[in-house]
């Protein structure tokens, strides 16, 4: 079936760096995107979202870009702190399926 | 996010007990979920619940049930555990009047030895 996937499962950048994190998803009939971030014990955190009529949606320190052309979602991180380090999951909802599939995730780890 | 409650926190338990996990939420609304995730994987969906009077079926409702006792509370239960349900359970909520983003309680660790 259709799912939601990540390229990467772990990510490293110097603190202050730029993260970029990647998703790919398959289902054409998505129409609403999310990203969350889930540290070490705790539920997954909302973090942004994005419908698919938008490219780009912009929130404090994060980015996210949607490129319906080759199904491709990425969330970027501005300046990256140490408080970033967290695994990060994007989410797609199909328009009418009334529920999110979920990416497997990526660890972003921040090297001082 | 405090608005979603759950509990226990970490149960351990034994093959073949009959387990329930609770979620309370303060968020009014009308949808809520429960997810199982495995180490290191993403998050599996085993019943949903977009009212009182109604209850479907995830990826993964194979071994579990469900309860909506109401419209802040949704109970999960394992009739008979077994090692390969040991997870992380997470409850969620969300409010489709808005955007459908679903918000997460702080999880439930359970250990079936």
């Known amino acids: 079936g259709e799912s939601v996937g990540l390229h990467l499962p772990t990510l490293s950048v110097q603190e202050g760096d730029n993260s970029i994190i990647n998703c790919a998803y398959s289902?054409?009939?998505?129409?609403?995107f999310i990203w969350y971030k889930q540290e070490s014990g705790k539920g997954p955190q909302f973090i942004i979202d994005i419908r698919s009529n938008m490219d780009k949606r912009q929130g404090q320190r994060v980015t996210v870009l949607l490129n319906k052309t080759v199904k491709h979602l990425s969330l970027q991180i501005a300046a990256t702190q140490p408080g970033d380090s967290a695994v990060y999951f994007c989410?797609?909802?199909?328009?009418?399926?009334?529920?999110?599939?979920f990416g497997q995730g990526t660890r972003l780890t921040i090297n001082p | 996010d405090a608005d979603v409650t759950q509990t226990p926190r970490n149960r351990i338990t034994k093959t073949g007990k009959r387990i329930m996990l609770e979620c309370s939420q303060t968020?009014?609304?009308?949808?809520m979920y429960w997810y199982r995730q495995d180490p290191g994987l993403g998050l599996q969906l085993i019943y949903y619940s977009f009212d009182v009077k109604d209850i479907n079926k995830g990826e993964i409702s194979d071994g579990y049930s469900v309860s909506r006792q109401a419209q802040a509370k949704f109970s999960l239960s394992l009739e008979s555990a077994i090692p390969n349900q040991t997870a992380l359970y997470f409850c969620?909520?969300?409010?489709?009047?808005?955007?459908?983003?679903?918000?997460f309680g702080p999880g439930t660790r359970l250990t079936v030895l």
């Open positions: 989410a797609e909802n199909e328009r009418g399926a009334q529920k999110l599939v």
């Open positions: 289902n054409s009939a998505s129409d609403y």
């Open positions: 969620a909520t969300s409010d489709y009047s808005s955007t459908d983003t679903q918000y």
């Open positions: 968020k009014g609304h009308d949808r």
